[in-house]
């Protein structure tokens, strides 16, 4: 028996024998070409071929594991169809008369460095896309079309160091238990994969994978973040028991994921969701969100080559407020800059750039950025509840100045005679320790906060929130992070203010209870932890959670705040 750690990527407890999922490599050898028209009319048809394939895949997809895993598809469709990407090969197989195959490999191998370079998960991760659709394109070229996924033909847990989505759309899900990567954090393909088939994962659980052989019994805790390999028979007595509680969790958190979510003693608060687009509204209603507490939007200027105009952005904006009707949907202005790099936005390089010039500093900046978008959020909210937030806030002055910015624009569609939202709710991010001090001050300006405390963590803690090696720092279950959550909730209800939590935390099921103690109006998470965060608000008393914070909030480590949160609210263990 062995026991390896990773990060835990979607609840569960599998139990199966282990199905290794080895690459093969394709051989491509550069030759000398002497037709180069000829060659990219191979290129043109095979690019044709992957689009056509990545269409078939988006729908099969979608329609197994939802729409958010479908998406990679789309993404990767547009990677192909990339000027500048198919510009250099085309550059290359022209000026080096080398064969088209070569040429796209080195091409985007280059594109796919440059992306792993970027200090952000979820970009990085982006690279695994380039270089999975790359080989699809030269499968199309080459003929060969062989794919590990076809043997399995048995219920198993898929190990692997990591899964291309082409990959895994030829699995066949009915037979897929879990999984259990060596690579990949909890943005990357496997896990978004996982979360939307409801299946127990673990990712990046490192080396101590490689050592599985197929058919090892395998035990992948999707809670705990452990893959257990060749189980004693006591052990897996153990693991069945948990795996048979999670199950009837898991109905029952599903069962009530449109009720509201209501402590047994009569306090409501709300469940939203984060999501980065249209594509995310459908995923977020079905998991039973109130509304969305966060809707990125850069995710709108990520993945294209040119600025998204006003029409664009008030078109994606109205379709999403509308789809949620009376239900909030809370807009945040664009957060790139930092670790957000858009290729296409021309930004100096910074030695420190979570420091520097990210998000409202930027747009303020730029007002050929930032008043469009704003001009686009104000038409967009006439007729719904869209309301719009500003990340990065540190000081009053902030605020003030993107509200000037805020009221230039309403003047001028005022002007222009276009419907606009005249009494939006404007509120700003709480993410800087700065802000969370003057709390008090700021509650005077907007009219709410939502507290992120994925950079919030980053910047009490002095721990860069993208370096594993100080995710513990990183944390929200941090004693100093807490107390500042406690200052902002109080300073905002004595202003008469409303409080929301969008980091990752607020769908965290052990933070849920100390931060719905601490008074928090509304919790929003990504779509799939939804019902289990809705489950457990209607499962446990407001009277209970508020001892329970305030007993945590004299507890001394991130380590100790987890201990005791497990024990005095057993409701918070799914398995
Ligand atoms: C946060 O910082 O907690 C947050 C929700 O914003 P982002 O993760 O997009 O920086
Ligand atoms: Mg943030």
């Known amino acids: 028996m062995k026991i390896v750690s990773g990060i835990p990527a979607s609840y569960g407890i599998a139990i199966g024998p282990a199905f290794v999922f080895g690459h093969e490599e394709l051989i491509i050898e550069t030759n000398s070409i002497t037709d180069p028209e000829a060659e990219l009319q191979r290129f043109k048809l095979a690019r044709e071929a992957t689009g056509k394939q990545l269409d078939q895949a988006f729908l099969v997809t979608k329609k197994e594991c939802g729409i958010e895993a479908a998406e990679i598809f789309n993404a990767q469709k547009m990677m192909l169809e990339d000027p500048e990407l198919v510009g250099a090969v085309k550059n290359r197989v022209e000026s080096e008369l080398i064969n088209v195959e070569s040429a796209l490999l080195e091409t985007s191998e280059i594109f796919a460095s440059q992306l792993e370079a970027i200090d952000d998960e979820y970009l990085s991760a982006r690279a695994l896309d380039i270089r999975d659709v790359t080989s699809r394109c030269l499968r199309n070229l080459l003929g060969n079309f062989d794919s590990p996924a076809s043997s399995l033909t048995e219920p198993a847990i898929i190990v692997a160091d990591d899964l291309t989505p082409s990959d895994t759309v030829l699995l066949d899900k009915s037979y897929v238990l879990g999984f259990c990567t060596a690579k990949g954090g909890s943005t990357s393909h496997t896990a978004i994969l996982a979360r939307g088939l409801g299946i127990p994962a673990v990712v990046g659980a490192g080396e101590g994978i490689s050592e599985i052989q197929p058919d090892d019994s395998l035990v992948v805790d999707g809670d705990a973040g452990e893959v257990v390999i060749n189980p004693d028979e006591d052990q897996l007595t153990a693991f069945r028991g948990r795996q048979k509680k999670f199950l009837k969790i898991q109905a029952e958190a599903e069962a009530i994921t449109h009720q509201p979510a209501i402590t047994i003693d009569g306090h409501q608060v709300e469940v939203v969701a984060n999501i980065g687009n249209e594509d995310g509204i459908e995923p977020a209603l079905e998991a039973g969100a109130e509304g969305v507490g966060l809707l990125r939007s850069e995710f709108l200027f990520l993945e294209r080559n040119n600025l998204p105009s006003e029409e664009e952005q008030y078109r994606s904006y109205k379709s999403i407020a509308d789809a949620f009707g009376e239900k909030p949907v809370i807009l945040r202005s664009l957060d790139v800059g930092g670790d957000k790099d858009i290729p296409y936005i021309d930004m100096s390089p910074e030695d420190n750039p979570f420091l520097g010039v990210r998000a409202i500093r930027l747009c303020l900046e730029r007002p050929e950025l930032f008043k469009p978008q704003l001009r686009a959020a104000l038409r967009a909210g006439y007729g719904n509840n869209l309301k719009l937030m500003f990340p990065m806030v540190a000081s009053v002055d902030d605020v003030l100045n993107v509200q000037s910015v ?81 200052m902002v909730i109080d300073a905002a209800h004595q202003k008469g203010k409303w409080v929301g939590l969008c980091g990752e935390m607020a769908g965290e099921i052990l933070a849920i209870p100390i931060l719905l103690g601490l008074g928090l109006d509304e919790f929003s998470m990504n779509p799939p932890a939804i019902p289990f965060a809705k489950r457990l608000i209607r499962s446990i008393s407001m009277e209970h959670a508020r001892q329970v914070a305030e007993t945590a909030l004299d507890l001394k480590s991130d380590g100790e705040i987890r201990e005791y949160i497990q024990k005095a609210v057993p409701e918070v263990n799914l398995s």
Do not use: W
């Open 406 to 486: 805020l009221e230039q624009c309403r003047t001028e569609l005022r002007e222009e005679g276009q419907d606009l939202a005249e009494e939006m709710d404007v509120g700003i991010m709480i993410e800087i320790p700065s802000a969370a001090i003057l709390a008090d001050q700021l509650a005077d300006v907007v009219d709410f906060f939502s507290i992120g405390t994925n950079d919030l963590s980053q910047y009490t803690m002095a721990a860069d929130r993208t370096n594993a090696k100080v995710a513990t720092l990183a944390s929200g279950f941090q004693p100093a992070v807490f107390r500042l959550i406690k």
